[in-house]
Each structure stands twice: as structure tokens, then as C-alpha cells.
């Protein structure tokens, strides 16, 4: 059964960079698309970013488009977040979470919470001064 683990939150101030990195564990990431989701206090989940299976395609929601980019290694099951120029409007736990059938939407928009199967527990982000 596939697992989720993300890790690399923290506290950071304003305009700092964040790397975050989601690790899977009992089975293979090579067939799935892979989403960042956060959720800030008080706030619904939105999704974040998506990225394919092949790492062909990726797609951002606006507000983070030219400062988070996302990646991944399928040899070493990890998909990573890189945030730069972090607004205290970022601050949220993120959660990575991947879905085995829904990575035809990602070239399109984010992939919304219904596509993902699979999710991990989340990291937390504060980005205040």
C-alpha cells in the first residue's frame, strides 16, 4: 500500500525559501500524478500544484505561478516543492498527495482533492516576520 510522507516545513520570514519533499514508501510513484495541496488555518484545502507521471507536465495555481516549482525523481519516489519568495499568505500545512488516474487534468489546471488517492499527513509552513 502506498504511503505519503512529506517533511521539510518550518518557519521561515518573508521572501525566504522553503523546500518541501514528499517520500513514498510501499509501492512505486511511476504511475501516478502527484499533487502539493495546502490548507490554511481557518480555510479549506486548495490544491497547489500538480505534476504528471512522467514529469511531462506540470501546472500551478496563480498565485503561486513563478515562485514554487515542482519536481520529481521516480528512482527515488520523491516529489519535491521548492518555494521562493515566501508571503505570509503562503502559511498553511501542506500535504502531498498522488492519484493513478487523474494525471490527464494536470496540463489542463491542478488536479482537485477528489482525483488523489493516496495522501500523506502533511507538513506545517509559516512564513511571518
Known amino acids: 500500500q502506498l504511503r505519503l510522507v512529506e517533511s521539510g516545513g518550518g518557519l521561515v520570514q518573508p521572501g525566504e525559501s522553503l523546500t518541501l519533499s514528499c517520500v513514498a514508501s510501499?509501492?512505486?510513484?511511476?504511475?501516478?500524478?502527484v499533487g502539493w495541496f495546502r490548507q490554511a488555518p481557518g480555510k479549506e484545502r486548495e490544491a497547489v500544484s500538480c505534476i504528471t507521471a512522467s514529469s511531462s507536465h506540470t501546472n500551478y495555481k496563480d498565485s503561486v505561478k513563478g515562485r514554487f516549482t515542482i519536481s520529481r525523481d521516480n528512482a527515488r519516489n520523491t516529489v519535491w516543492l521548492q518555494m521562493s519568495r515566501l508571503e505570509p499568505e503562503d502559511t498553511a500545512v501542506y500535504y502531498c498527495?498522488?492519484?493513478?488516474?487523474?494525471?490527464?487534468?494536470?496540463?489542463?489546471?491542478?488536479?482537485?482533492?477528489?482525483?488523489?488517492?493516496?495522501w500523506g499527513k502533511g507538513t506545517a509552513v509559516t512564513v511571518s516576520s
Open positions: 498527495a498522488a492519484g493513478d488516474r487523474i494525471g490527464y487534468v494536470c496540463p489542463y489546471s491542478v488536479i482537485p482533492e477528489a482525483g488523489m488517492n493516496v
Open positions: 510501499g509501492g512505486s510513484l511511476d504511475y501516478y500524478a
